[in-house]
């Protein structure tokens, strides 16, 4: 979820999305990520790799906070936690005003010994993602990690959707990050790239600003079927795909925005929706089949690459009625942190949460995705599970 913005209503209303978590299990035949960190203190190691970005066990917990009102040890003391992960949104290429806001970010993950991960939004377009743009960010990024502060670099997510203006130009896409991950990967080591498109039930999301148009060479790569359209049937992310060389963690953020469209009422999740979004088997409570790949088996397991849930939440809208908030979020939360996860999904290995309290237009009013304050933050505190891991785990880089 970009921060002032939501999913398009075009794409939630074929899809809410959903929340995945990890554990330390191996998967049938084949081996989990792991990080390959000397046992020694991290504050006596070189800058880290994005080997070393990978928890040993378990699932790095993190949290996408409201960076105006809220400050991470204030978010700690409210968990009982410093959060491994904290999520932020900038512009690429940055405003002076956005870098200023990233370093004060960073200085607040140094003092909780937390990760960053910065969101890169290229909203000029993606031309606007030179090699002198590119050079600049990998050189920023080398000097974070030599500081000793650890990045997830998500860049331009949702790129199969089609209302952002990097949206729906695979060829375009996949060169663009290609161009900022060979970048990184040769000045930051410590920075991972992560590939995060969004969840395709609803693909192609006719309609967006963005879309590609018919007859159009992008709309051709998209037609993964090759019948003439881009439709339903056509794979929502495997054009966009930029290759193992250059993707270090693949990620995808997963709501509940409700059970039924339209959004805004407050309804208690399905079971098992978390696990069928992550999985592209969420058929929705009307029981509509959608041909949607398994994200989790094609891109993490399949690729051997860790998967992060970069943000979940459940809707609650104060004063809208229907169920009550700690009924629809503990339900959430229950699926996102389930033990069985650590057997079914053991690639998961980053969960964030999105804490805010923000007005969504999607619903014409205020959504409440917190879960660390009042009676719903106490209850949360008591039902994380122990393979959660946080930024003074000794399991942390």
Same mark, same amino acid.
């Given at each position: 979820?970009?921060?002032?913005?939501?999913?398009?209503?075009?794409?939630?209303?074929?899809?809410?999305?959903?929340?995945?978590?990890?554990?330390?299990?191996?998967?049938?035949?084949?081996?989990?990520?792991?990080?390959?960190?000397?046992?020694?203190?991290?504050?006596?190691?070189?800058?880290?790799?994005?080997?070393e970005?990978?928890?040993?066990?378990?699932?790095?917990? +993190?949290?996408?906070?409201? #960076?105006?009102?809220?400050?991470? &040890?204030?978010? *700690?003391?409210?968990?009982?936690? =410093?959060? %491994? /992960?904290?999520?932020?949104?900038?512009?690429?290429?940055?405003?002076?005003?956005?870098r200023?806001?990233?370093?004060?970010?960073?200085?607040?993950?140094?003092?909780?010994?937390?990760?960053?991960?910065?969101?890169?939004?290229?909203?000029?377009?993606?031309?606007s993602?030179?090699?002198?743009?590119?050079?600049?960010?990998?050189?920023?990024m080398?000097?974070?990690?030599?500081?000793?502060?650890?990045?997830?670099?998500?860049f331009?997510?949702?790129?199969? +959707?089609?209302?952002?203006? #990097?949206?729906?130009?695979?060829? &375009?896409?996949v *060169?663009?990050?290609?161009?900022? =991950?060979? %970048? /990184?990967?040769?000045?930051?080591?410590?920075?991972?790239?992560?590939w995060?498109?969004?969840?395709?039930g609803?693909?192609?999301?006719?309609?967006?600003?963005?879309?590609?148009?018919?007859?159009?060479?992008?709309?051709?790569?998209?037609d993964?079927?090759?019948?003439?359209?881009?439709?339903?049937?056509?794979?929502?992310?495997?054009?966009?795909?930029?290759?193992?060389?250059?993707?270090?963690?693949v990620?995808?953020s997963?709501?509940?925005?409700?059970?039924?469209?339209?959004w805004?009422?407050?309804?208690?999740?399905? &079971?098992?929706?978390?696990?069928?979004?992550?999985?592209?088997?969420?058929?929705?409570?009307?029981g509509?089949?959608?041909?949607?790949?398994d994200?989790?088996?094609v891109?993490?397991?399949?690729?051997?690459?860790?998967?992060?849930?970069?943000?979940?939440?459940?809707?609650?809208?104060?004063?809208?009625?229907?169920?009550?908030?700690l009924?629809?979020?503990?339900?959430?939360?229950?699926?996102?942190?389930a033990?069985?996860?650590?057997?079914?999904?053991?690639?998961v290995?980053?969960?964030?949460?999105f804490e805010?309290?923000?007005?969504?237009?999607?619903?014409?009013?205020?959504?409440?995705?917190?879960?660390?304050?009042?009676?719903?933050?106490?209850?949360f505190?008591?039902?994380?599970?122990?393979?959660l891991?946080?930024?003074?785990?000794p399991?942390?880089?």
């Amino acid at each position: 979820m970009d921060v002032g913005r939501l999913f398009a209503p075009w794409v939630i209303l074929l899809a809410s999305t959903v929340a995945a978590c990890g554990g330390p299990s191996t998967p049938e035949g084949s081996e989990p990520p792991a990080a390959r960190a000397a046992d020694v203190p991290a504050q006596e190691r070189a800058p880290r790799t994005v080997d070393e970005l990978v928890p040993r066990d378990g699932a790095w917990f +993190g949290a996408s906070i409201d #960076w105006s009102s809220d400050t991470l &040890a204030d978010y *700690a003391e409210r968990l009982g936690h =410093a959060p %491994a /992960v904290a999520v932020t949104f900038y512009d690429l290429p940055m405003s002076e005003q956005q870098r200023t806001w990233l370093d004060e970010a960073v200085a607040q993950a140094r003092e909780t010994g937390s990760m960053l991960l910065v969101t890169l939004e290229p909203r000029s377009g993606l031309a606007s993602v030179t090699d002198p743009v590119v050079e600049e960010l990998a050189a920023l990024m080398h000097g974070y990690n030599e500081g000793g502060t650890p990045v997830f670099l998500r860049f331009a997510h949702e790129m199969n +959707g089609s209302w952002y203006p #990097w949206g729906q130009q695979p060829q &375009a896409y996949v *060169a663009a990050f290609r161009r900022v =991950a060979t %970048a /990184v990967h040769r000045a930051a080591p410590g920075t991972a790239m992560v590939w995060a498109p969004n969840y395709g039930g609803g693909y192609p999301f006719s309609g967006g600003q963005h879309e590609a148009r018919p007859g159009t060479a992008d709309a051709r790569a998209l037609d993964t079927d090759r019948d003439g359209r881009v439709t339903q049937a056509d794979d929502p992310y495997a054009p966009y795909w930029p290759g193992p060389r250059y993707v270090d963690w693949v990620g995808m953020s997963i709501y509940h925005w409700g059970a039924v469209y339209p959004w805004g009422e407050n309804e208690v999740p399905e &079971a098992g929706k978390f696990t069928d979004l992550l999985r592209g088997t969420y058929a929705g409570v009307a029981g509509d089949e959608r041909d949607v790949p398994d994200f989790y088996a094609v891109y993490g397991e399949g690729q051997r690459l860790p998967v992060a849930v970069t943000e979940t939440g459940a809707l609650y809208a104060p004063g809208r009625g229907g169920v009550e908030e700690l009924a629809i979020k503990e339900a959430w939360w229950r699926q996102v942190f389930a033990a069985d996860h650590a057997t079914d999904l053991p690639w998961v290995k980053m969960i964030t949460w999105f804490e805010w309290r923000k007005d969504e237009p999607e619903v014409g009013g205020v959504v409440d995705w917190t879960v660390t304050r009042g009676p719903v933050g106490e209850r949360f505190r008591t039902e994380l599970p122990a393979w959660l891991r946080y930024a003074e785990d000794p399991t942390a880089p």
